[in-house]
């Protein structure tokens, strides 16, 4: 059950470029797995995106070694995001998928550094449903933990 459809083939996608050198990009860090570059949006001063160096579209597609490594890559941006800007707070995140709100068909985490009142919103519609609604959902992700092979599927 293909979730995601890959649009942009490994080696060609704009972060496969960056990756690769072939369109500059501000590189904050990089190591075996992930490179970290300032985003051409900059909805705050110091945002970072932290990119696996292999083309996978989305965190389903990770292996768990590159998952393990982008969340150390964005604890480290982070910290150093903190010393650099004083900001009030960081909010990481990660779209997957066009409804997930994702454009660039490569993954990424945002590292962004918030500031009181930046205007930054996310609408985040709470359903607060019944319990037993909730331990059902949970039931649906139990067993599919049970049945999902530790492979990723690139
Ligand atoms: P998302 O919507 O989570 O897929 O985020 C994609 C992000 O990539 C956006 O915030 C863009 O500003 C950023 N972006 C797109 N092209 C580039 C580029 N060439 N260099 C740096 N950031 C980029
Ligand atoms: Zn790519």
């Not at 992930?34 to 292996?63: C, E, W, Y």
């Amino acid at each position: 059950m293909p979730m995601f459809v890959d649009t942009s083939p490994p080696g060609h996608c704009i972060f496969c470029k960056i990756v690769a050198g072939d369109i500059p990009a501000a590189k904050v860090y990089e190591d075996d797995l992930t490179v970290a570059f300032m985003d051409i949006g900059q909805v705050n001063p110091g945002h970072v995106l932290v990119a696996s160096k292999r083309h996978a579209v989305t965190v389903i597609n990770l292996t768990p070694e590159e998952a393990a490594a982008v969340m150390q890559t964005a604890q480290r941006v982070a910290a150093a995001a903190q010393r650099a800007f004083d900001p009030d707070g960081i909010t990481l995140f990660q779209a997957n998928g066009e409804a997930g709100g994702q454009t660039v068909f490569h993954f990424h985490m945002h590292v962004l550094p918030r500031h009181e009142n930046d205007g930054v919103a996310l609408a985040w519609p709470r359903k607060e449903p019944a319990v037993h609604l909730l331990q059902g959902y949970a039931q649906q992700l139990q067993q599919a933990l049970q049945e999902q092979t530790a492979a990723p599927t690139v």
